[in-house]
C-alpha cells in the first residue's frame, strides 16, 4: 500500500515568492494534516481536513497561508508571500479519521528554504 | 502550558541495553490517546505505538513498550535491546477528545544516539 505521497521534496525561493506544496494521502484515509516543523521542534499543525471540510485551522497565518482539498483526496497548501521565517518542513499526514485512536501516518515532508 | 512535555533533549545508549525517553503530557479530557514516533535524519515520522486513556494494559509492539502511569500523567517509551538504527528523534504526541478538540499536539522530541 502506498503511503502519503509529498512533492515537491525540497525548494528554495527567494522570500515574497509564492510556494505551494502538494499532498496526496493513503487511499480511503479521510483525515488530513498539514504540519509545520521548525527547526528542533515537534510538529506544529497548521490545518486539519475532515473529507473536504477543515475543521481546524486555527494555527494558519491566514493572511499568507491557504489551503484546499478538493474532493476530499489531495491537497495544496499554498504561501504567497512567502517571508524569512517560513523555512520549515512542511509534513502532510492522514488518518481514517480524526478520532482520539486514530495513528497519523506521515509523508516525506518539503524542505522549504526561504533567502 | 505546554501540553507535552519531552524533558530530555538528548539521550545516549550502549547498543543493546534498554533507553526510556520521558513522556509527560497535561490533559483534563478523561479520552485521550498517547503516541510515540520516530524521526530519523531522513525527515519522514514513523510511527511506533499508541496507548488510549482508557486502555488497562501498558501497550508493547515489539522492542518498544510504553510505561503509561495515568496518575502522574507520563507515558515513556523505553527501547529494549537497543540497535544502531535507533539513532533518531523521537516525539511524543498526544489527542484529546472532544474537550480538545481532537487537535493533536506534539513534544519538543528526544535525539536519541545509539553507540556500538
Known amino acids: 500500500e502506498a503511503g502519503v505521497v509529498q512533492s515537491p521534496r525540497y525548494k528554495i525561493i527567494e522570500k515574497k515568492q509564492p510556494v505551494a506544496f502538494w499532498c496526496n494521502p493513503i487511499s480511503g484515509h479521510n483525515t488530513l494534516y498539514w504540519y509545520r516543523q521548525n527547526l528542533g521542534q515537534g510538529p506544529e499543525l497548521l490545518i486539519r481536513?475532515?473529507?473536504?471540510?477543515?475543521?481546524?485551522d486555527s494555527q494558519l497565518p491566514k493572511d499568507r497561508f491557504s489551503a484546499e482539498r478538493l474532493k476530499g483526496v489531495d491537497s495544496t497548501l499554498k504561501i504567497q508571500p512567502a517571508e524569512l521565517g517560513d523555512s520549515a518542513v512542511y509534513l502532510c499526514?492522514?488518518?481514517?479519521?480524526?478520532?482520539?485512536?486514530?495513528?497519523?501516518?506521515f509523508g516525506p515532508g518539503t524542505r522549504l528554504l526561504v533567502l | 502550558a505546554q501540553k507535552i512535555t519531552q524533558t530530555q533533549p538528548g539521550m545516549f545508549v550502549q547498543e543493546k541495553e534498554a533507553v526510556t525517553l520521558d513522556c509527560t503530557y497535561d490533559?483534563?479530557?478523561?479520552?485521550?490517546?498517547l503516541f510515540w514516533y520516530k524521526q530519523p535524519s531522513s525527515g519522514e515520522m514513523i510511527f511506533l505505538i499508541y496507548q488510549g486513556s482508557y486502555d488497562q494494559q501498558n501497550a508493547t509492539e515489539g522492542r518498544y513498550s510504553l510505561n503509561f502511569q495515568k496518575a502522574r500523567k507520563s507515558a515513556n517509551l523505553v527501547i529494549s535491546a537497543s540497535q544502531l538504527g535507533d539513532s533518531a528523534m523521537y516525539f511524543c504526541?498526544?489527542?484529546?477528545?472532544?474537550?480538545?478538540?481532537?487537535?493533536?499536539?506534539f513534544g519538543r522530541g528526544t535525539s536519541l544516539i545509539v553507540h556500538p
Open positions: 504526541a498526544m489527542r484529546e477528545g472532544p474537550g480538545g478538540s481532537y487537535i493533536p499536539t
Open positions: 490533559t483534563s479530557d478523561p479520552s485521550y490517546g
Open positions: 481536513y475532515e473529507n473536504e471540510e477543515a475543521v481546524d
Open positions: 499526514a492522514s488518518s481514517l479519521d480524526g478520532g482520539t485512536r486514530e495513528t497519523q501516518y
